[in-house]
C-alpha cells in the first residue's frame, strides 16, 4: 500500500524447497527475509527486527525451541511474534511450543491459505499492539511525545552521550504570553496555536535520533543528540523564526503582534561530573533567563 511499510516476515526453515515456497507466499503482501538455520535467524531477527518469524522445528544446528529460547532471552527479540512450522505433530509437541511462548502452531504439510490467514491475524495483533504502545507515548493535543515518552529517551540518551563523550543538547520552549492569548481568543484558538507551534518543531527534528515533546501546559522540550551548542542553537533560532513566520495574530501580547516563542537550553560536557536532572535544570534556568530578558529570544548554557 502506498505510504504505508509493509511488515517483515522472516521464514527460518533449513530446507530450501520450504523457505521459497512460504517466501513466494508472503512476497505479494510482506517483505519476506530467509534464513536456513538457527544462527542466521538469531542474527537477522536482532538485525531487521521482523514482526513475525515463521520457524521450522526441526533443523541440524539449532532446533526451533533453542532458537524461540534466545529470542526471548534478548531484549532486542523478545516481542517478536513466531510461528513453529513443523512435522512434529503430536499434541505434546504442540504444546511445547506454545508453553514455550510461540505465537501459533502449524503442522506440515501445511496448506497456504491457513498459512496466510494465521499469519494475517497474527500481524494484524502486532499492528494493533504497536498502536496501543504508540498512543501511550503520544500527546493527544499535540501529536507529539508524550512526557512520559521524553523521559524514556532523555535518559537512555544522556547515558550513551556520557559513554560515546558525544554532545547532547536539551532545548526548552515556551509560548510567550500564552495565557493572554487563552484569555483574548478562547481555549480552543489556543489548543489550535498550540498545535501549529507543535508541527513547526517536529518539522524542526530532521535527524532520525531528534526528540520533540510535550511537557507540560504550553512548554515544548527538545532533545538533541549529538549536536553542540552552535548547531543546537542554530536549530532552535531556525524554529523560533518558524513560529513567527506562521503570522498568528496575537494582539494581547506585549512581545510582539503575532505569537512567538521563548528558548532555554544547555549542552552536555561528557568531561564533566553531570546528572540528567542538572541538564534539565539548567536548559530550564536559561529559558527563565529568556523570559526575563525580554522574551521572543534564547538563552543558552554550553555546559553545566
Given at each position: 500500500?502506498?505510504?504505508?511499510?509493509?511488515?517483515?516476515?522472516?521464514?527460518?526453515?533449513?530446507?530450501?524447497?520450504?523457505?521459497?515456497?512460504?517466501?513466494?507466499?508472503?512476497?505479494?503482501?510482506?517483505?519476506?527475509?530467509?534464513?536456513?538455520?538457527?544462527?542466521?535467524?538469531?542474527?537477522?531477527?536482532?538485525?531487521?527486527?521482523?514482526?513475525?518469524?515463521?520457524?521450522?522445528?526441526?533443523?541440524?544446528?539449532?532446533?526451533?525451541?533453542?532458537?524461540?529460547?534466545?529470542?526471548?532471552?534478548?531484549?532486542?527479540?523478545?516481542?517478536?511474534?513466531?510461528?513453529?512450522?513443523?512435522?512434529?505433530?503430536?499434541?505434546?509437541?504442540?504444546?511445547?511450543?506454545?508453553?514455550?511462548?510461540?505465537?501459533?502452531?502449524?503442522?506440515?504439510?501445511?496448506?497456504?491459505?491457513?498459512?496466510?490467514?494465521?499469519?494475517?491475524?497474527?500481524?494484524?495483533?502486532?499492528?494493533?499492539?504497536?498502536?496501543?504502545?504508540?498512543?501511550?507515548?503520544?500527546?493527544?493535543?499535540?501529536?507529539?511525545?508524550?512526557?512520559?515518552?521524553?523521559?524514556?529517551?532523555?535518559?537512555?540518551?544522556?547515558?550513551?552521550?556520557?559513554?560515546?563523550?558525544?554532545?547532547?543538547?536539551?532545548?526548552?520552549?515556551?509560548?510567550?504570553?500564552?495565557?493572554?492569548?487563552?484569555?483574548?481568543?478562547?481555549?480552543?484558538?489556543?489548543?489550535?496555536?498550540?498545535?501549529?507551534?507543535?508541527?513547526?518543531?517536529?518539522?524542526?527534528?530532521?535527524?532520525?535520533?531528534d526528540l520533540a515533546a510535550r511537557y507540560?501546559?504550553?512548554?515544548?522540550?527538545?532533545?538533541?543528540?549529538?549536536?553542540?551548542?552552535?548547531?543546537?542553537?542554530?536549530?532552535?533560532?531556525?524554529?523560533?523564526?518558524?513560529?513567527?513566520?506562521?503570522?498568528?495574530?496575537?494582539?494581547?501580547?506585549?512581545?510582539?503582534?503575532?505569537?512567538?516563542?521563548?528558548?532555554?537550553?544547555?549542552?552536555?560536557?561528557?568531561?564533566?561530573?553531570?546528572?540528567?536532572?542538572?541538564?534539565?535544570?539548567?536548559?530550564?534556568?536559561?529559558?527563565?533567563?529568556?523570559?526575563?530578558?525580554?522574551?521572543?529570544?534564547?538563552?543558552?548554557?554550553?555546559?553545566?
Amino acid at each position: 500500500m502506498i505510504g504505508v511499510e509493509m511488515q517483515k516476515v522472516l521464514v527460518a526453515d533449513d530446507d530450501a524447497v520450504n523457505r521459497d515456497v512460504l517466501g513466494e507466499l508472503m512476497k505479494p503482501e510482506y517483505t519476506v527475509l530467509l534464513a536456513k538455520n538457527g544462527a542466521q535467524t538469531l542474527e537477522r531477527a536482532a538485525r531487521h527486527q521482523p514482526d513475525l518469524i515463521l520457524l521450522d522445528v526441526l533443523m541440524p544446528d539449532m532446533d526451533g525451541y533453542e532458537v524461540l529460547r534466545r529470542l526471548r532471552a534478548d531484549p532486542a527479540t523478545e516481542h517478536i511474534a513466531v510461528i513453529f512450522i513443523s512435522g512434529l505433530d503430536r499434541p505434546e509437541d504442540e504444546a511445547t511450543g506454545l508453553k514455550m511462548g510461540a505465537a501459533d502452531y502449524i503442522t506440515k504439510p501445511f496448506n497456504q491459505t491457513v498459512v496466510m490467514a494465521r499469519v494475517a491475524l497474527h500481524l494484524q495483533v502486532v499492528r494493533q499492539r504497536r498502536m496501543l504502545e504508540r498512543l501511550a507515548n503520544v500527546d493527544g493535543l499535540t501529536e507529539l511525545a508524550n512526557r512520559r515518552r521524553f523521559d524514556e529517551v532523555y535518559e537512555m540518551e544522556y547515558q550513551r552521550a556520557r559513554r560515546s563523550g558525544r554532545p547532547l543538547s536539551l532545548a526548552m520552549l515556551d509560548i510567550d504570553a500564552f495565557k493572554q492569548y487563552n484569555d483574548r481568543y478562547g481555549h480552543p484558538a489556543g489548543d489550535r496555536a498550540l498545535r501549529s507551534v507543535a508541527r513547526a518543531a517536529a518539522k524542526a527534528m530532521r535527524r532520525p535520533g531528534d526528540l520533540a515533546a510535550r511537557y507540560g501546559g504550553e512548554e515544548i522540550v527538545l532533545l538533541l543528540p549529538e549536536t553542540d551548542a552552535v548547531d543546537a542553537g542554530e536549530v532552535v533560532a531556525q524554529l523560533r523564526a518558524s513560529v513567527a513566520a506562521l503570522g498568528i495574530a496575537h494582539e494581547a501580547s506585549h512581545v510582539a503582534p503575532v505569537l512567538t516563542v521563548s528558548a532555554g537550553g544547555a549542552t552536555l560536557d561528557p568531561g564533566k561530573p553531570e546528572s540528567p536532572a542538572a541538564l534539565f535544570e539548567a536548559a530550564d534556568a536559561a529559558l527563565y533567563r529568556a523570559k526575563q530578558a525580554g522574551r521572543n529570544r534564547t538563552s543558552w548554557c554550553a555546559t553545566r
